[in-house]
């Protein structure tokens, strides 16, 4: 054995591993357990969170904070719709496709409807989609982002085109509108008229010019300047009749709201307001759309 002498160890303690060096980790895909221990039972395996879970203090905190969070949100919607009426907003976006189709033709074309009152059903006021004098805020909303985005279609078209002036535009529109509605509100009030109209029914009608201005000015685009004069006034007439088949059944007497004569001073105001206010809307729609169009 001198010539082989790695072979010595092997002879003196025949009991000795032959399989090779140790692995550097254990085989543990059989899931058995490492060396030796195969039949012993390691307990039940507790998690990190389990401890915290099992805590009645802790369940009990954490209901608490789940009841400060219910109450907290009940809070805020309670004081949101005093002065954001969200469940009066969804009365105002009640629409469908049949109603806006109906609505754009009554304002582009008002002078053939005969029935102008809103339908009520105990009291209230029924949905828009079902009656199509009742005011709603979709078409006005649609409109302004439309108008704003026309606009943009006829700057670009004229080399004009930049996002600051898009969003003047649409600054300048808007707070024009709120001018709008609270000179009426003012009028109303110095007036002392007592009427259901709410300040966002006023938001509403003031916003169907909308629809008038976008006609203007498309007809601008297609057919210059001469297109864009006859299609605003025609527009202009349509939203001055349709304002005051409108408002004249709000503002002004029952009386007048019948076809009787209207006399006294107080409903003279009130006639004179109704003018005034459907003369307003060919005003802004000639002043938000005339340098648009070249």
């Given at each position: 054995?001198?010539?082989?002498?790695?072979?010595?160890?092997?002879?003196?303690?025949?009991?000795?591993?032959?399989?090779?060096?140790?692995?550097?980790?254990?085989d543990?895909?059989?899931?058995?357990?490492?060396?030796?221990?195969?039949?012993?039972?390691?307990?039940?395996?507790?998690?990190?969170?389990?401890?915290?879970?099992?805590?009645?203090?802790?369940?009990?905190?954490?209901?608490?904070?789940?009841?400060?969070?219910?109450?907290?949100?009940?809070?805020?919607?309670?004081?949101?719709?005093?002065?954001?009426?969200?469940?009066?907003l969804?009365?105002?976006?009640?629409?469908?496709?049949?109603?806006?189709?109906?609505?754009?033709?009554?304002?582009?074309?008002?002078?053939?409807?005969?029935?102008?009152?809103?339908?009520?059903?105990?009291?209230?006021?029924?949905?828009?989609?079902?009656?199509?004098?009742?005011?709603?805020?979709?078409?006005?909303?649609?409109?302004?982002?439309?108008?704003?985005?026309?606009?943009?279609?006829?700057?670009?078209?004229?080399?004009?085109?930049?996002?600051?002036?898009?969003?003047?535009q649409?600054?300048?529109?808007?707070?024009?509108?709120?001018?709008?509605?609270?000179?009426?509100?003012?009028?109303?009030y110095?007036?002392?008229?007592?009427?259901?109209?709410?300040?966002?029914d006023?938001?509403?009608?003031s916003?169907?010019?909308?629809?008038?201005?976008?006609?203007?000015?498309?007809?601008?685009?297609?057919?210059?300047?001469?297109?864009?004069y006859?299609?605003?006034?025609?527009?202009?007439?349509?939203i001055?009749?349709?304002?005051?088949?409108?408002?004249?059944?709000?503002?002004?007497?029952?009386?007048?709201?019948?076809?009787?004569?209207?006399?006294?001073?107080?409903?003279?105001?009130?006639?004179?307001?109704?003018?005034?206010?459907?003369?307003?809307?060919?005003?802004?729609?000639?002043?938000?759309?005339?340098?648009?169009?070249?």
């Open positions: 054995f001198s010539q082989y002498p790695h072979l010595l160890p092997l002879m003196r303690n025949p009991s000795a591993d032959i399989s090779g060096p140790s692995p550097l980790f254990e543990t895909s059989t899931g058995s357990p490492p060396g030796g221990h195969r039949g012993q039972d390691k307990g039940p395996v507790n998690y990190p969170g389990q401890s915290l879970l099992s805590d009645p203090m802790s369940n009990l905190a954490m209901a608490y904070g789940s009841s400060l969070a219910t109450q907290g949100k009940e809070m805020m919607d309670k004081n949101l719709d005093r002065f954001i009426p969200i469940s009066k969804k009365y105002y976006f009640a629409v469908d496709t049949l109603y806006v189709g109906k609505k754009l033709g009554l304002l582009v074309f008002p002078y053939m409807h005969q029935n102008w009152e809103v339908s009520y059903q105990q009291d209230t006021p029924v949905a828009p989609r079902f009656d199509i004098n009742a005011p709603d805020l979709y078409i006005p909303v649609m409109g302004f982002i439309t108008y704003v985005l026309v606009a943009g279609l006829a700057l670009g078209t004229q080399n004009r085109f930049t996002p600051e002036i898009l969003g003047m649409a600054s300048s529109a808007l707070v024009w509108l709120i001018i709008e509605v609270l000179a009426t509100l003012l009028s109303l110095l007036v002392t008229v007592n009427t259901d109209l709410t300040t966002i006023l938001v509403a009608f916003g169907y010019k909308y629809v008038g201005m976008i006609m203007g000015v498309l007809s601008g685009l297609l057919f210059g300047r001469t297109g864009y006859l299609s605003l006034l025609w527009c202009c007439l349509s001055f009749v349709f304002m005051i088949r409108t408002l004249r059944l709000k503002i002004l007497s029952e009386a007048a709201a019948e076809g009787v004569l209207v006399r006294g001073a107080k409903n003279q105001l009130r006639m004179y307001l109704t003018m005034a206010i459907a003369a307003a809307q060919p005003v802004f729609m000639y002043w938000l759309t005339f340098h648009l169009v070249r």
